[in-house]
């Protein structure tokens, strides 16, 4: 019940929300925490989400992950500190269940280090003019993807070496990091060639898996 009310301020205040309040029914289309703010009529007019997730560190050791997502607070109640108080709640909450971070992506950093986050500036890599066709095979949108290519990208994303942040994708398709929902995005386009694949979002290349030892 508490969701569905926080999905009527989500979709409020976000475009995206208000076109998945139609499609999920009113439903969190994922596993997410909630913290909510109520007036004193009762009426959900704060929200603040966290998903749990899990990554790999430097040494490979897996991290419980809290993402903070969803952070919304109704227009008329702005500005009276409503948002920081559930970045507390949240906080408290996070420590409770033995979560080891708290990682957000945002542009609108001002709220979240009055509250104890810092800013880790994060590296890009640029690659110089990418030709649409390199390597092998042509890009392909999610819906092109047969079974088979689909367990091909799975395997060489888990047989690849480790590396630092790596998220940890599972098969539990209400996981916000799934592979079900990452094969579920509009404008993926995915790129294969015979030990591994080019994933592309919006025209970026944001991700690359190449590694010929895949079992």
């Known amino acids: 019940a508490v969701q569905k009310?926080?999905?009527?301020?989500?979709?409020?205040?976000?475009e995206v929300w208000a076109e998945r309040k139609i499609t999920f029914k009113g439903e969190?289309?994922?596993?997410?925490?909630?913290?909510?703010?109520?007036?004193?009529?009762g009426q959900v007019v704060g929200h603040l989400g966290i998903i749990p997730f899990e990554m790999k560190n430097c040494s490979g050791e897996t991290l419980k992950m809290a993402?903070?997502?969803?952070?919304?607070?109704?227009?008329?109640?702005?500005?009276?500190?409503?948002?920081?108080?559930?970045?507390?709640?949240?906080?408290?909450g996070a420590e409770k269940n033995d979560f080891d971070a708290m990682p957000l992506y945002t542009s609108a950093c001002r709220v979240y280090e009055k509250n104890g986050w810092q800013i880790f500036p994060s590296g890009a890599i640029f690659l110089q003019s990418p030709a649409p066709s390199s390597g092998s095979g042509n890009w392909k949108p999610n819906d092109l993807l047969s079974d088979e290519e689909k367990e091909f990208i799975i395997k060489c994303y888990d047989s690849a070496p480790t590396l630092t942040g790596q998220v940890v994708r599972t098969?539990?398709?209400?996981d916000a990091m799934s592979w079900q929902r990452l094969f579920s995005k509009a404008g993926f386009l995915w790129q294969l060639s015979d030990n591994g694949y080019i994933l592309s979002v919006d025209k970026v290349i944001c991700e690359c898996c190449n590694f010929a030892g895949i079992p």
């Open 171 to 174: 098969m539990d398709a209400y």
């Open 28 to 41: 969190f289309p994922f596993r997410e925490f909630s913290f909510v703010a109520r007036n004193q009529a």
């Open 67 to 92: 993402g903070v997502a969803s952070v919304a607070v109704a227009p008329e109640y702005r500005k009276h500190g409503i948002a920081g108080m559930l970045c507390q709640s949240a906080v408290g």
């Open 5 to 14: 009310e926080a999905v009527d301020l989500l979709a409020r205040c976000f």
